[in-house]
């Protein structure tokens, strides 16, 4: 387990006049744990990374493999240009210490250093942010770990970077579950948010889909036909125990609600009306009541309303139910075959997918109220499945503008799509995990 050291943090950015002439604007949260910085206009961050110093032939492998975690995990988030450090990045004389003037002769606008040394075993990074402009310094921290937690480790510093800067708490450290085709057959796999530490989850030699955690991690719902039908089953990933909804029909689609419930399709009472279910299997308590199919299951943050898709108009519409008083609010209407809603961590917003009559599939975000309607994707095929991102800053959704299904991500306002991994067979149905 990574261990982490007081955080020690400048408020002298707070002064006004910093702030007046600061190219970098200064925001204080309530509780002055932190400062957060927002770039004026829309470009990105400029940062310089410096070498991470180290004495001794493993410390300095150390430093490099910390160096490329740190740089690729910031490169990954997309809110930084990353410059190269200048010749004279240090000033002279006995401290040798950040020469602030050359820095901002690159244009930096943040500088990012520090070093790692070996003690009692253990690996000890020892990090340092300033901004550059005001020489002040933003973050001071430590972490240590085992050698073989280099990775979490450069990502405790990106995440914490991030967060400073952005007052939002980041991906980092989240999973990402998905379906793949790798073995013949689809079973559920999962990766880290960035598609590294691919692992596979099942291996029932049949069809296993939608994959979703649950908001605390201590579980995973998913749909498999092991039994002949599909069949919700809950995972226990703490003792790998595995419970299933006892019922006849169909059970599919999960979608958890943050009162440790999840929410799926089942068709034993006749029509497929959605459902609230136990970990154990247990129905709590049917949710939806209408003529035609109602399924896709997706929650707002307090859990209050529930999105879904159903077809009791005619073709499938995504709709909004509240929990309490159980009324039903249509929430689309351009498009006329709307499916896969998934709502942000914010609760502002909704992102779904969308065959259009050019017979592409896209992925369009919608605000909770109905307005605001924005495509993400075109001209690319089919994208389906989008899922967000903990803090909400990217999704990650399937396509197959490259040919077979793929694994994708872009951030929320649709820039920035990029294939998140590289694996044999197709990927499809992901899911960002809401816990890091």
């Known amino acids: 387990m990574i261990g982490f050291s007081k955080v020690i943090i400048s408020a002298a950015l707070l002064l006004l006049a910093g702030i ?10 309530e509780q002055g744990e932190y400062i957060a910085i927002r770039k004026q206009g829309t470009g990105k961050i400029a940062i310089v990374l410096d070498r991470t110093s180290a004495k001794g032939k493993t410390e300095s492998a150390w430093a490099q493999s910390l160096d490329a975690i740190v740089k690729d995990g910031l490169v990954f988030s997309d809110l930084f240009s990353i410059l190269p450090p200048p010749s004279n990045i240090r000033a002279e004389g006995k401290d040798k210490a950040v020469n602030f003037s050359a820095l901002s002769s690159v244009g930096s606008e943040v500088y990012a250093g520090g070093s790692v040394s070996k003690k ?6 020892d990090m340092e942010v300033y901004d550059t402009f005001g020489s002040k310094l933003l973050l001071k921290k430590s972490y240590t770990g085992s050698e073989a937690e280099l990775r979490s480790m450069g990502h405790a510093f990106c995440a914490d970077l991030i967060e400073m800067l952005t007052g939002k708490k980041s991906y980092f450290g989240s999973k990402i579950v998905f379906v793949s085709s790798k073995t013949g057959n689809k079973e559920i796999y999962q990766c880290d948010f960035d598609g590294q530490g691919v692992q596979q989850l099942t291996n029932f030699r049949s069809i296993s889909l939608t994959p979703v955690f649950s908001p605390d991690g201590r579980y995973l719902a998913y749909t498999s036909y092991t039994s002949g039908r599909p069949t ?9 125990t595995i419970a299933s909804v006892v019922k006849n ?15 799926t399709t089942l068709s034993f009472e006749g029509d497929q009306e959605i459902y609230l279910v136990r970990p154990d299997g247990s129905i709590t308590r049917r949710i939806t009541s209408s003529r035609g199919i109602d399924v896709s299951p997706t929650f707002s943050p307090d859990g209050s309303r529930m999105a879904f898709v159903s077809a009791r108009n005619g073709l499938p519409q995504i709709f ?3 929990m309490q008083t159980g009324a039903v609010k249509r929430l689309t209407y351009s498009g006329r075959y709307n499916t896969q809603p ?7 917003k909704i992102a779904y997918t969308t065959w259009e009559k050019s017979g592409e599939i896209n992925i369009f975000v919608i605000n909770a109220d109905g307005s605001g309607l924005k495509r993400l994707t075109s001209g690319a095929r089919e994208n389906e ?6 803090d909400g800053s990217m999704i990650v959704f399937t396509s197959n503008r490259q040919g077979g299904k793929r694994l994708y991500v872009m951030g929320s306002n649709g820039e ?8 044999e067979g197709e990927q499809m149905q992901p899911s960002w995990s809401l816990f890091r």
């Open 342 to 348: 998934s709502w942000s961590p914010g609760g502002d």
């Open 320 to 322: 909004i139910q509240d």
């Open 232 to 240: 919700l089953y809950v995972k226990n990933l703490a003792d790998n």
């Open 20 to 29: 007046l002439l600061n190219p970098l604007a200064a925001i204080a949260v």
């Open 249 to 263: 029909g169909v059970s599919v689609d999960p979608g958890w609600r943050n009162t440790g419930e999840v929410a």
């Open 120 to 125: 009692s075993g253990k690996v000890h990074l």
């Open 385 to 390: 499945s989008p899922s967000w991102s903990p």
């Open 416 to 423: 920035n799509q990029r294939r998140l991994l590289q694996m």
